[in-house]
Each structure stands twice: as C-alpha cells, then as structure tokens.
C-alpha cells in the first residue's frame, strides 16, 4: 500500500510540477518508432520539429502522447529528455527555428552516383551528402539535421514524414566547389 501511494504522489508532483511550467500535450507522429536518442529529429501532431539532445533511451514508442515544455523538455512515460525547437511548417508563436538545424533543400541528385548528393544550405552555402540509409531522398525535398560538422548524421525528411542516415562528406561549399567535388565524387 505504502508503494503504492509514493507511486501515486510521484505522478501527482511531476504532472503538476510539468504543467506549472507552460507545458502542452501533443503527440510524435513520426519517426515511427520514436526512439528517443541524441540528435533524433521529431515531428509532432502540431506540425513542429524538434531533435533530441543528450539522451539514449531507446524507447520505441509508437505514436506516443507527450508533453513538451518551455519548448525545452519532453515528458514520455515518466522520463524527461531535453529537446530543441528545430523548426516547421506551422510554427507556434514567438518559436524560432535553431539555425543549425533548419531545413535545407536537395538540389542536386544524379542516378549512378553512389548516393552522393547535393543540398542548398541556409546560410547559402551547399553541402556534399551521401545517403547511408533509411528514407532515400530526391531532388526538391527538404531535409533537417545536424549538417554542420563532418561524419554521420541522423536526419530527418519533413516533407515525407520520414528519417534517414547521411554522411557530410563537405559544408558550406561554394557553388563551383561543390560542383567540382561532386564531380569527383561521380567519377
């Protein structure tokens, strides 16, 4: 009984404590599982994008309700995981996307080239990717992630609703590096 009821003022506390601190409920709609692991990019029901930072849970939840607080914190099954606004097509007022992680464009896709690609970056420059798994993107899609340092990236594709791994093999390229680059690539 006693068990019990610390369960029970537990729940009470951190539910009112999550709600004192401008706190809304939505839902993940995709990935799907949310995982709930470091640089994961999300989308909830309101149509906002948010990633995962400094956490490995491995939660595989399907279509979770969550709830998200001071744009900061996600409440899920009774753990807290700290998240950053990413941006979205319908953004919450006074929400800024992190320009770090805003969504840039595929512009340049050729067949027979390895998975190498290139995306219009946000501060103009192009970044030289190749696709390592998951959704297989194409030209004119968007894609979201962590695109500012070299290695493998986990990423996420607003406009399929969908994830995928890349590598940034370059950044911030001018027009005719990347070009040139991509052309060794191509090779």
Known sequence: MKLILNILFTFLVFNSFAFAQNCYRTGIVAPSPFLGNNDEIFK???GR????????????EYHPTVDICNDSKLIIKGKSLNIIPVGSSQSKKN???????Y???????????RGYFLADG?????????WYGGHEPS?????????RSYGFKD??????GRSGRVYVDDY????SSAIEKMQAKCR
């Open 44 to 46: 909830t029901s309101d």
């Open 49 to 60: 994008l948010w990633q995962v930072k400094y956490a490995y849970e491995y939660m595989y």
């Open 95 to 101: 929400s800024l996307p992190n320009k770090t992680n």
């Open 103 to 113: 969504p840039v464009k595929i512009v340049y896709y050729p067949s027979g080239c």
């Open 122 to 130: 946000d501060v103009g420059g192009i970044y030289l990717l190749e």
């Open 139 to 147: 030209k004119g899609e968007s894609i979201v992630g962590e695109l």
């Open 155 to 160: 990423v996420f594709y607003p406009d399929s």
């Open 172 to 175: 911030m390229l001018s027009k």
